[in-house]
C-alpha cells in the first residue's frame, strides 16, 4: 500500500509541475 502511495503523490507532483515525465 505504501508504494501505492508514494506513486500517487509522484503523479500528482508531476501534474502539478505540469511535467508528465517520468
Do not use: D, E, P, Q
Not at 500500500?1 to 517520468?22: D, E, N
Amino acid at each position: 500500500m505504501s508504494h501505492y502511495l508514494l506513486v500517487s503523490g509522484k503523479l500528482k507532483l508531476a501534474i502539478k509541475m505540469g511535467t508528465f515525465r517520468r
